[in-house]
């Protein structure tokens, strides 16, 4: 079974850019599991609009700036 | 491993075991008697709840063995719920067919009481895999 989302993030560089915040830290302001946050991470489970904004705010960086969506031309040339 | 994750694992083990344990003390008791003679009904409620108790007992017991962070479900939990229900949902709609045509086909109330303790069964232990398998794999 291949990746379930293609939505891919930058959590984990981002984490450890604010000071090596931990998983449980992130989940914990996110107002999730630690499982949830560790699923996100690994493009097990993509979160919702709402949620990938709140992660975006933890962080102080715009929503794009976390999550990235593969666009048609950048999969072609691939 | 999430606090519904966990949840999710009591559920199907007690189901499960709680049903094998139906169908061995019920067969086993049968001897030479038909099996619509059974006298199938006590251990049917104690099956089904003994399968509840465990469920809320099982899950007490691993909370105090390996607590979870969090004692709530989060929005992926509910997603997961969402769709394992969904296809559990399916499950019943589909397999209450078969009581239904046994009912309508007036057979003995063992058959029909037996045949909707398995559509449950089935539905329930479906329904906890795929929530399962989306817990694990992704979703």
């Not at chain 2, 049968?30 to 006298?39: C, K, M, N, Q």
Request: proline content about 4%; glycine content about 10%.
């Amino acid at each position: 079974m291949g990746r379930p989302t293609r939505v891919t993030n930058d959590i984990r560089r981002l984490r450890f850019g604010q000071g090596e915040m931990t998983q449980a830290e992130l989940a914990e302001r996110v107002g999730v599991s630690r499982q949830t946050i560790i699923a996100i991470e690994q493009s097990r489970y993509s979160p919702s609009l709402e949620m990938a904004f709140q992660i975006a705010h933890v962080f102080g960086v715009a929503l794009d700036d976390v999550f990235h969506y593969p666009t048609k031309s950048a999969e072609e040339s691939q | 491993m999430s606090y519904e994750e966990k949840g999710q694992w009591v559920y199907l083990a007690s189901t499960t075991i709680a049903y094998g344990a139906y169908l061995v003390l019920m067969l086993g008791g049968a001897g030479t008697t038909p099996l619509p003679e059974i006298d199938y009904q006590p251990v049917l409620l104690w099956a089904i709840g003994a399968s509840i108790a465990g469920s809320i007992l099982g899950r007490i017991a691993i909370e105090i063995i390996r607590p979870s962070d969090l004692h709530r479900g989060d929005v992926r939990d509910r997603d997961i719920g969402r769709f394992g229900e969904y296809v559990a949902g399916i499950i019943l709609g589909i397999g209450m067919v078969g009581p239904f045509i046994l009912a309508l086909a007036e057979f003995d109330h063992f058959w029909i009481a037996n045949a909707i303790y398995l559509v449950f069964v089935v539905q329930t232990v479906v329904g906890a895999v795929i929530k399962l398998i989306a817990y694990r794999r992704g979703f």
